[in-house]
């Protein structure tokens, strides 16, 4: 079940990127003074095409060169900053996923042919550890709109005679290419032999690739050696998605493609001091033991002398009186499951339960 939610969340980004390449805005010549056409340009876009010209204007007054490039740069980190909050539950959240990789490999390796089953104990097992599988989602929700909206107001601004021309280093046109171009530039220059031009909007998609593979590499929850089909196809759809976006703005005005490329740097800055130092492993016996909290603190059982057992430790021992099995009989007739639920919730090094079993047996009174 997380999984296909995961790819149906996928298959709606696709969509909203789809629709990014192909939805309306204002194009050729704009009457500043018209007013905005319904909800959307009243709400996004003319206030998201205002911010850009006053930031442009606070810059050019500064006598900073490529006004238009800053601002759209300036106007990224704010977003950033405005979405911090989301973006630290997003790392929080994708932290705590990387830490409960093992506990769930284990899970379906236990129920790799029940997959209902699995599918349920995957979710009670994400509601004991306190973790939603879709927490790291929402500012890329968040995202879309703006850089929708943004697509629209920059289409306004070279329609507003703003954008148009304006360079940023290697870049000659911020504008460019704009919607009766789109991608057939690509043909045109290679086949006029202009390098320059391929050369110089062809860097920002390629940058874009890359980021957001780089991106993804470092909020990766699934296990890199996992053989469960549905990973599989999620990561082969991740994979995709980066070329799709480059190619995406191949053919839509380069100040996005900035905005985008920037937007992913800053997530990998993001990423790189929250996520420096953890490591995924060491966390999860603390996070499982967490959600089995009440059977791990419980008192053990007096008298408890399971420890005899070889292989079980005074610990290990003490953990298995706190969650009912205090007596030789008790680990005689215990599921092997069960020991290793109650011995992995605790972090403790997994032993061999059958083993236990049969030496707790040769343990009990009047046993041989």
Same mark, same amino acid.
């Given at each position: 079940?997380?999984?296909?939610?995961?790819?149906?969340?996928?298959?709606?980004?696709?969509?909203?990127?789809?629709?990014?390449?192909?939805?309306?805005?204002?194009?050729?010549?704009?009457?500043?003074?018209?007013?905005?056409?319904?909800?959307?340009?009243?709400?996004?876009?003319?206030?998201?095409?205002?911010?850009?010209?006053?930031?442009?204007?606070?810059?050019?007054?500064?006598?900073?060169?490529?006004?238009?490039?800053?601002?759209?740069?300036?106007?990224?980190?704010?977003?950033?900053?405005?979405?911090?909050?989301?973006?630290?539950?997003?790392?929080?959240?994708?932290?705590?996923?990387?830490?409960?990789?093992?506990?769930?490999?284990?899970?379906?390796?236990?129920?790799?042919?029940?997959?209902?089953?699995?599918?349920?104990?995957?979710?009670?097992?994400?509601?004991?550890?306190?973790?939603?599988?879709?927490?790291?989602?929402?500012?890329?929700?968040?995202?879309?709109?703006?850089?929708?909206?943004?697509?629209?107001?920059?289409?306004?601004?070279?329609?507003?005679?703003?954008?148009?021309?304006?360079?940023?280093?290697?870049?000659?046109?911020?504008?460019?290419?704009? =919607? !009766?171009?789109?991608? *057939?530039?690509?043909?045109?220059?290679?086949? +006029?032999? $202009?390098?320059?031009? %391929? /050369?110089?909007?062809?860097?920002?998609?390629?940058?874009?690739?890359?980021?957001?593979?780089?991106?993804?590499?470092?909020?990766?929850?699934?296990?890199?050696?996992?053989?469960?089909?549905?990973?599989?196809?999620?990561?082969?759809?991740?994979?995709?998605?980066?070329?799709?976006?480059?190619?995406?703005?191949?053919?839509?005005?380069?100040?996005?493609?900035?905005?985008?490329?920037?937007?992913?740097?800053?997530?990998?800055?993001?990423?790189?001091?929250?996520?420096?130092?953890?490591?995924?492993?060491?966390?999860?016996?603390?996070?499982? =033991? !967490?959600?089995?909290? *009440?059977?791990?603190?419980?008192?053990?059982? +007096?008298? $408890?002398?399971?420890? %005899? /057992?070889?292989?079980?430790?005074?610990?290990?021992?003490?953990?298995?009186?706190?969650?009912?099995?205090?007596?030789?009989?008790?680990?005689?007739?215990?599921?092997?499951?069960?020991?290793?639920?109650?011995?992995?919730?605790?972090?403790?090094?997994?032993?061999?339960?059958?083993?236990?079993?049969?030496?707790?047996?040769?343990?009990?009174?009047?046993?041989?």
């Amino acid at each position: 079940m997380k999984h296909k939610r995961k790819i149906g969340l996928v298959l709606v980004l696709i969509l909203a990127a789809l629709l990014l390449a192909g939805c309306g805005g204002q194009r050729g010549p704009i009457d500043p003074e018209a007013p905005a056409e319904g909800a959307w340009q009243a709400l996004v876009v003319f206030p998201l095409t205002e911010a850009l010209m006053f930031l442009n204007g606070l810059i050019d007054n500064a006598g900073i060169p490529y006004s238009y490039g800053w601002a759209i740069i300036v106007f990224t980190i704010i977003i950033k900053l405005v979405t911090l909050p989301l973006t630290i539950k997003q790392m929080q959240s994708t932290k705590a996923m990387q830490a409960l990789q093992p506990q769930l490999q284990e899970l379906q390796k236990k129920y790799a042919k029940d997959r209902e089953t699995l599918a349920q104990k995957q979710m009670e097992f994400y509601k004991e550890a306190g973790v939603s599988p879709m927490g790291g989602c929402l500012p890329l929700l968040i995202q879309f709109p703006i850089l929708i909206g943004l697509y629209n107001a920059l289409y306004r601004l070279a329609g507003l005679g703003e954008l148009v021309g304006q360079r940023f280093f290697w870049i000659p046109d911020l504008s460019f290419p704009d =919607a !009766k171009v789109g991608t *057939a530039w690509l043909t045109q220059a290679w086949q +006029a032999r $202009d390098w320059t031009q %391929l /050369i110089s909007y062809l860097i920002l998609p390629i940058l874009l690739v890359v980021t957001q593979l780089v991106v993804q590499k470092m909020t990766q929850t699934t296990s890199p050696g996992s053989d469960d089909p549905q990973q599989g196809m999620m990561k082969q759809m991740m994979l995709i998605m980066p070329i799709m976006f480059g190619w995406i703005t191949l053919g839509v005005p380069s100040g996005l493609a900035l905005y985008w490329v920037v937007s992913n740097v800053l997530s990998l800055i993001q990423q790189y001091f929250t996520l420096r130092g953890v490591h995924p492993a060491a966390e999860a016996p603390k996070i499982e =033991a !967490k959600a089995r909290k *009440a059977e791990i603190e419980a008192p053990a059982a +007096a008298g $408890d002398n399971l420890a %005899l /057992i070889k292989g079980i430790g005074d610990k290990t021992a003490s953990v298995l009186a706190a969650a009912g099995i205090a007596t030789f009989t008790d680990l005689a007739s215990a599921d092997e499951t069960k020991l290793a639920d109650v011995v992995d919730a605790a972090g403790l090094p997994s032993g061999d339960y059958a083993y236990w079993i049969k030496q707790a047996a040769r343990h009990e009174p009047g046993s041989a």
